[in-house]
């Protein structure tokens, strides 16, 4: 007999995953499909990191690490935002986790309460509602509009401000957008959250350092932000580690505390091999950062100009991280062989069937008008998925 809990029943699968799930399976019949849906960079990691990695496991780190991370690792989250932020941050303001994703939970989990509030900029990343479901808070979206190049106002973010709001949730640069707040954005949003000194600031940050403007901006740089604000960070994007799975966290630390033991009673300590390469990585040489961060700005470059010559599709042209969020939505109402494409699922789907292109809909980071392209991949492959876009697209009567 099914008994799944109404926490778990209350949640909606991630449309990330499903739509890399099902370019897989086509992958599997045979069908060549160029796989754009998924968020992670194409490059293996690093050598240096990986025979760090490797090192570990020569020397024996197998065995419990301790549940806030390795001292060494702490200590180079630390340094690095002390070198790349100018924050000051003591190892015990660090809290290591299995992936960004897990660090985001260990913070709503241990922050938010039933029937709390949480402003949510729309477009948002597909996880940050149902987190916050999870936690029985109450997700607050305010729509980030096209015009607006994908960024709330400081008069949207007062609107959005009641009683009952416990946290703002900020992603920059964004991800599905690829919006990046400016130190003035930042600022006009601080000057608002300074007259409510109840409400914190989760800053996603994991796109740091796939930056295409010349620097990253925080809002926990302004002395009445910093021991409001709770930072979200890892090695995935920047050194091409997704799998290894380590992200990390800086707070207050009465929050790190909390995370600690939360953390505890579930996953406990992350992968000690994986933790050893992430030491490596922020303390090592950071060339390997900025030849991918080259190589994803010309990627832009190149996908912003080819959707930008489909006709009806309007494009923001990203200041970071590595999508393209273009709005499609001139083309729905109109028929492929007598089926019509009404909305982004049925447009991803579309897509993925006719063109052979996995994209992920608009509808799950809350803007149906748009779809999101990942340019993760080669220029080649960048090249063709474009050439099928569109013809499929003018193939829509």
């Known amino acids: 007999m099914e008994s799944i809990s109404k926490r778990v029943n209350s949640l909606s699968p991630s449309a990330t ?38 090192k570990a496991i020569d020397d ?51 922050l938010i309460d039933k029937d709390d509030e949480v402003i949510v900029p729309a477009p948002y990343w597909v996880s940050y509602l149902e987190q916050v479901k999870l936690c029985e808070g109450v997700p607050v979206v305010i729509e980030a509009k096209f015009d607006a190049n994908f960024k709330i106002t400081a008069g949207q973010l007062q609107s959005a401000i009641t009683p009952k709001t416990k946290a703002l949730l900020l992603c920059s640069p964004s991800n599905p957008s690829g919006a990046v707040y400016s130190r003035s954005e930042l600022r006009s949003l601080a000057d ?57 966290m800086a707070a207050p630390l009465w929050l790190v505390k909390a995370c600690d033991k939360l953390q505890g009673q579930t996953t406990t300590g992350a992968t000690t091999i994986a933790q050893k390469a992430a030491s490596a990585a922020l303390t090592g040489d950071q060339t390997c950062v900025t030849e991918m961060n080259k190589a994803f700005k010309r990627r832009k470059e190149l996908v912003v100009k080819l959707v930008a010559e489909i006709p009806g599709i309007k494009v923001y042209d990203p200041d970071g991280a590595f999508y393209v969020f273009p709005k499609v939505d001139s083309y729905y109402g109109r028929k492929f062989n007598g089926t019509p494409v009404n909305n982004s699922t049925e447009m991803c789907l579309y897509l993925l069937e006719q063109a052979h292109i996995a994209t992920v809909p608009g509808d799950a980071f809350g803007d149906d008008a748009c779809i999101r392209i990942s340019f993760a991949t080669s220029d080649d492959k960048l090249v063709e998925a474009m050439k099928r876009m569109k013809e499929a697209l003018i193939a829509l009567k």
């Open 60 to 110: 024996n780190f197998s065995f419990y690490p301790p549940v806030p991370g390795y001292p060494d690792l702490k200590k180079a989250v630390a340094e690095k935002f002390k070198r790349e932020n100018n924050l000051d941050y003591s190892p015990d303001q660090i809290i290591v986790s299995c992936g960004a994703k897990h660090s985001l939970a260990n913070a709503m989990l241990s």
């Open 192 to 248: 608002v959250l300074v007259k409510y000194p109840r409400i914190f600031i989760i800053s996603d940050e994991i796109y740091e350092h796939i930056n295409f403007i010349g620097g990253h901006e925080t809002i926990a740089q302004f002395a009445e932000m910093k021991d409001r604000t709770i930072l979200i960070n890892g090695v995935s994007k920047a050194y091409a580690m997704t799998g290894w799975r380590i992200g990390y």
């Open 17 to 54: 995953i499903a739509m890399n799930q099902k370019s897989r399976d086509l992958q599997a019949k045979g069908i060549n499909v160029i796989n754009l849906s998924v968020g992670e960079p194409d490059f293996f990691t690093p050598d240096h990191i990986k025979d760090a990695a490797k």
